[in-house]
């Protein structure tokens, strides 16, 4: 018979403690370092809309989009309606950290410009990670009460796909800080005082991926260690 010995603060809770304090302490440090470089103002005194506008048209990009939405460090670019969304604290800025982010997300629409792979696996895997990340737990539970080993174990690899997407991400962001600062420097966008100071805000924001690659990895770990051997055992 399985038992209901799993509970939410066993010893394994650890691992969602430890997840946590990473993710927490990656997304403070990311918010000091904008906050801290968006005190700095461009010599070029461009906006990060201004910014995004000529990359996109230095590359030959025309078909993508760019708008204003609401919200801090809430900027992202969207390959299906090709459009790069800009926070308000990026697109009228004409901060360091603000043409540093503008410059990242267009970074993203090179990527899909030239289908770079690491971007398209990642956005096939978007389906299948938010179900696997939604319905892994669900199905265990369901496993558990059924007494069925092999829900156990469709939960779990449900909830590796998420980790799965976690890690490929990882390439694609670091990958798209690393074209925006080399655009920058070619175009002039920001000088070469400026480039170390955009290339530590990408930095920041970028672990704030690797803290939640670790986080995932951890309940996936969590998820293992007290369900994975019930097939075995039982």
Known sequence: MYGF???LFDGTFIFVVIGLILSLAASA????????????????????????QYILNSQGIHNVGVQQISGDLTDNYDSRNKMLSLSQSTARSTSVA????????????????????????RASL?????????????????????????????GL????????????TLPVEFNASRRALAILGEGGLLTPEE????????IAAAL???????????????LV?????RGRND
Do not use: W
Not at 98 to 121: N, W
Not at 208 to 222: G, W
Not at 225 to 229: A, E, K, N, R
């Open 157 to 168: 690899i449900a909830f590796s796909l998420a980790f799965l997407f976690q890690v490929v």
């Open 98 to 121: 603000a043409i540093g982010v503008a410059a990242h997300e267009c970074g993203h629409a090179v990527q899909d410009a030239k289908s770079y792979f690491p971007l398209r696996l």
């Open 29 to 52: 440090y990311v918010k000091h370092t904008f906050n801290k470089y968006d005190q700095v103002k461009s010599v070029n005194q461009v906006t990060g809309t201004s910014a995004a």
């Open 126 to 154: 978007v389906p299948v990670a938010n179900i696997g990340s939604q319905m892994a737990m669900p199905i265990i539970l369901i496993g558990l009460l059924l007494q069925t080993n092999f829900l156990i174990q469709v």
């Open 225 to 229: 260690i007290l369900f994975g051997g």
């Open 195 to 202: 480039l170390p100071q955009a290339r530590k805000v990408l």
């Open 5 to 7: 010995g799993y509970g």
């Open 208 to 222: 704030t991926y690797v803290a939640a690659a670790i986080s995932t990895l951890l309940q996936l770990l969590r």
